[in-house]
């Protein structure tokens, strides 16, 4: 779907993601399926939003990943 979001765990990355990674994705994520690059003034509350809870959505989901093979820090 959204092509342009990169995976965010190791080993495609060689560190932990950052805030920013996580954001970005889910900034491009929202954008997506919202349809909507930057929304109206009446849109942007529910937006801002959106992106806030997936990217602590991602947090927790990498957070929570066991990644077999790879040396947890």
């Known amino acids: 779907m959204c092509r342009s979001i990169k995976t965010l765990r190791p080993p ?3 560190d932990e ?3 920013e990674e996580m954001r970005a994705a889910a900034l491009q994520y929202v954008r997506k399926v919202s349809g909507f690059r930057a929304p109206a003034a009446h849109n942007q509350e529910v937006f801002d ?3 806030e809870e997936i990217t602590e959505a991602t947090q927790r989901l990498l957070d929570g990943l066991e990644i077999r093979g ?3 820090v």
């Open 12 to 14: 495609s990355i060689p």
């Open 17 to 19: 993601a950052t805030e």
């Open 49 to 51: 939003r959106a992106v």
């Open 70 to 72: 790879a040396a947890r």
